[in-house]
């Protein structure tokens, strides 16, 4: 009855290489994001999907692009992979509405592009 | 404001003891604010949260606090427990999309 699901967990890479991530979210939740954890713990939102469509983007690399099949779903695929890409990357669901509800947060998965 | 330098702001208390966790946030407009609590190896965990309606809100052995004259929040958390040992983070909502922005992050260390 895992809420927020992940894989791969980990996922060890070469520079150049594509890669993705899936999520998925069995909370009924509607808006989906994905934030990337820096090596000082900072976190910080790269994307949100509310409905399949993308409401925030803040300023990331067009390498990399989520992908929304359905509600429940948010994969993050990235081209291209560099050497600063290395990061836990977090998948996060909410149900949008009135403002101020917690995000639900995934286990991560740990991303280390060699 | 906001800690500056390479490493994780620690905080290391006593078994026993009570906790405080500082945060300072950025926007005046934030209406809502949430702490996040982050075990090793473990994505971010709801702890409790606080609308900018209210200055203070209780849990099970956790208190929020907010300032709004100074853009401050704390945590605190009540006889402190080992299992209390995480990443600590505050997190402030800018608006109607539900973005949360978060904070630098506070290392609880917990001294049996």
């Known amino acids: 009855d895992t809420a927020v699901s992940q894989t791969p967990k980990y996922l060890v890479t070469q520079m150049g290489n594509d890669k993705s991530i899936k999520c998925e979210q069995n909370?009924?939740?509607?808006?989906m994001y994905w934030y990337k954890q820096d090596s000082k713990k900072f976190l910080k939102i790269m994307f949100s999907?509310?409905?399949?469509?993308?409401?925030i983007n803040e300023t990331v690399p067009n390498r990399f692009s989520p992908k929304s099949p359905d509600k429940a779903h948010l994969n993050l695929h990235i081209n291209s992979l560099e050497l600063g890409d290395s990061a836990v990357y977090f998948c996060?669901?909410?149900?949008?509405?009135?403002?101020?509800?917690?995000?639900?947060f995934g286990p991560g998965t740990r991303l280390t592009v060699t | 404001g906001e800690s500056v330098g390479l490493h994780l702001p620690t905080l290391s208390v006593q078994e026993g003891d009570n906790s405080i966790i500082n945060c300072a946030y950025s926007n005046s407009a934030s209406d809502y604010f949430i702490w996040y609590k982050q075990e090793s190896g473990k994505g971010p965990q709801f702890i409790i949260d606080?609308?900018?309606?209210?200055d203070k809100r209780q849990g099970q052995r956790v208190t929020v606090l907010l300032n709004k004259t100074v853009k401050h929040l704390s945590l605190q958390i009540a006889a402190t427990q080992p299992g209390d040992s995480a990443v600590y983070f505050c997190?402030?909502?800018?608006?109607?999309?539900?973005?949360?922005?978060f904070g630098k992050g506070t290392k609880l260390s917990v001294k049996p």
């Open positions: 999907y509310n409905n399949k469509e993308l409401i």
């Open positions: 997190a402030e909502n800018e608006g109607s999309q539900g973005n949360l922005i």
């Open positions: 909370l009924g939740h509607d808006t």
């Open positions: 606080i609308r900018s309606n209210m």
């Open positions: 996060a669901s909410s149900q949008r509405g009135l403002a101020g509800v917690p995000l639900r």
